[in-house]
């Protein structure tokens, strides 16, 4: 608790202090409820959720499993189509007496069908207050491992992408890994496709480049999916690993689409993609790739944005991420070296600040990349940047542009290998501390606030922990004021532009939360907790109205020695029940969020 709080930052809530609760716990003045949950039914005719009694079938038609980024499309009178991202599944909190090394196949299967997508019509109900799930017929749509999707833009069809089972390298199955997200202005969703590499396995060890900078491939899969479908046995089918790790597309509005892989942005650990129009009307896409060391990327389109939110306009604005230009960022400080000694203390200009370029990687057929065709571009992506000297940084999560004054958020979560694992890069102005285990936010401004400028320039808006400990920067704020924050992972904002972060893995020892923070004006860096969730979750998702704000709330209880033999957290139904991420929804007694 601070000791005198202060609501004249416009946003309308004391901070809630750190806790190891098995609960949300909100602000004061706020009320909060489940939207949905594992297992609730999404599409008509969906079972009612039996832990005991799970099938596949049933699975397909219900809430997926640890749901990360939402996202809401307005539908006008007070309903959205919610869209969800299930990145992962926890076995061994699906099901009791799970066998890590013998699952059945039974099991594997509800794996597919609890991991990928779900769209859900929500509607606030006027009187409660509440967001409540309709069984709309329509719209509603669960999109799984075993969904078709679309390779679009310039590598489909390539021969990186065709598979004994797809020979035209542009039809392909399925989405996993989905961490966060983002909605168009053109009324669709976006999300991208993370940690794709435990999804493969290789009895031998692979020593091809283009595989192992993508990750360490063991010789059989955590889930085991390869024993039911041998796709995801790399030695069996090479290019399918090529696959995953792009940009998915996917339109609410229309249930019958197919949703599309973007090439054209580029293959890598995609942790979200938010877009930002430029004034002549092209759009830029920002994403980051979540591994230590790894980049932050944009994309900008050929063509310009159409108004209007027909269908038929929706269709045109859905070709803008097909075909542009994609670029990878380079940052330079402008403190001399030796100021920069990895303990985060400031450099004598006051600042973690400097200049920066996107370089040219790709656009349309032309590679910009030495050694490197375009194709290989967008499939290798990674190496090509590594080929241009990208600034590597310390995992890149979530990036969103401000739409009230342009500049553009980076969460850097964490890197606890900086200038500790030895060849590995040391400390640097934009990522300066060595072992970095609470992250940083970044914060940049295109050169004449045009986001398809190619210069930039930068400075650390946040240098997260303990407050109380000379390595934290909280945008010059007067640190006595502000709540702690740690591992920084999805940003959001609201209208008047303060910036919302949720936290992923709190290196503090307290539960993780959601904060918002003024990116502008006097209040500028005072960080304030909302809420915190409950014990072994992961704050994601957030999405910020005015009258209300939306979490996901994922894998509450995985707390170490839990599992569904011995549940450590009853949340949300409480009693002896198993705790099951959600959606939940957070709203003021009287009054906006912020003002
Ligand atoms: Fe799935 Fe990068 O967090
Ligand atoms: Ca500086
Ligand atoms: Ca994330
Ligand atoms: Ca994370």
Not at 14 to 38: F, H, K, L, M, S
Not at 117 to 129: A, I, M
Not at 190 to 202: A, I, Q, T, V
Not at 495 to 500: I, Q, T
Request: hydrophobic share 30%; proline share 7%.
């Amino acid at each position: 608790r601070h000791n005198r709080p202060d609501r004249r930052d416009g946003l309308n809530f004391d901070p809630v202090a750190p806790n190891t609760e098995d609960r949300i716990v909100t602000a004061e003045g706020y009320d909060q409820a489940v939207v949905i949950r594992w297992g609730d039914a999404v599409l008509p005719g969906a079972p009612k959720f039996d832990f005991d009694k799970q099938t596949a079938a049933a699975q397909a038609k219900q809430f997926g499993f640890n749901n990360d980024f939402c996202g809401l499309v307005p539908l006008g009178h007070n309903r959205w189509l919610m869209g969800s991202n299930h990145e992962y599944t926890s076995e061994t909190f699906m099901f009791k007496g799970y066998s890590d090394a013998n699952p059945t196949e039974e099991q594997v299967k509800i794996g597919w069908a609890a991991h990928g997508f779900s769209v859900v019509v929500v509607q606030k109900d006027f009187w409660s207050g509440k967001l409540v799930p309709k069984l709309d017929r329509y719209y509603n749509r669960r999109i799984t491992v075993t969904t078709q999707f679309a390779f679009d833009g310039p590598a489909a069809g390539s021969k990186y992408l065709q598979t004994s089972a797809d020979k035209t390298g542009r039809k392909v199955f399925g989405t996993f890994g989905n961490c966060a997200g983002g909605v168009t202005p053109w009324g669709t969703i976006l999300s991208g496709e993370e940690n794709f590499d435990g999804y493969f396995c290789s009895p031998t060890t692979p020593t091809d480049p283009r595989v192992t900078r993508y990750g360490k491939i063991a010789t059989a899969t955590a889930r085991k999916w390869e024993r039911f479908d041998k796709r995801f046995d790399i030695t069996q089918e090479p290019n399918e690993f090529n696959r995953f790790g792009w940009i998915v597309e996917i339109d609410p509005n229309d249930p019958n689409s197919t949703p599309v892989k973007h090439t054209a942005l580029g293959r890598f650990k995609h942790e979200a993609c938010n877009i930002r129009v430029a004034c002549d009307g092209r759009v830029v896409a920002y994403m980051g790739d979540d591994e230590r060391f790894d980049y932050i990327y944009k994309f900008v389109s050929k063509n310009r944005i159409k108004h209007g939110d027909s269908q038929r306009v929706r269709e045109e604005n859905k070709k803008l991420l097909s075909e542009g230009t994609l670029y990878v960022a380079r940052f330079t400080g402008d403190s001399p070296a030796s100021e920069i000694d990895g303990t985060g203390k400031l450099p004598s200009d006051g600042e973690f600040d400097g200049t920066g370029e996107w370089i040219p990687l790709v656009s349309g057929n032309k590679s910009f990349v030495d050694g490197f065709t375009a194709e290989e571009v967008y499939v290798f992506t990674r190496q090509a940047a590594d080929k241009v000297g990208a600034t590597k940084m310390d995992r890149p999560e979530d990036i969103e542009p401000n739409p009230k004054t342009g500049r553009v958020y980076a969460a850097l979560t964490n890197n606890t290998d900086r200038g500790v694992v030895a060849g590995k890069e040391g400390p640097t102005e934009i990522n300066p501390r060595i072992g970095n285990k609470h992250g940083h936010v970044l914060e940049w401004e295109e050169r004449g606030n045009d986001p398809t400028a190619t210069k930039f320039s930068w400075k650390l808006f946040l240098v997260c922990g303990d407050p109380a400990s000379p390595d934290t920067y909280f945008g010059g704020y007067d640190k006595t004021q502000v709540s702690p924050i740690s591992c920084p992972d999805n940003v959001a904002f609201d209208k008047r532009g303060n910036l919302w972060i949720s936290s992923d893995g709190n290196a503090l020892k307290s539960n993780d939360g959601l904060f918002a923070v003024p990116t502008e004006g006097k209040y500028r860096g005072r960080v304030k907790q909302f809420l915190t969730v409950p014990k072994g979750a992961e704050t994601c998702g957030p999405v910020i109205e005015d009258d209300f704000v939306l979490v996901s709330v994922q894998h509450p209880g995985e707390i170490t020695g839990a599992s569904a033999d011995n549940p450590l957290s009853h949340w949300p139904d409480g009693g002896t029940s198993q705790p099951r991420p959600s959606v939940v929804a957070i709203w003021p007694r009287r009054g906006p969020i912020c003002d």
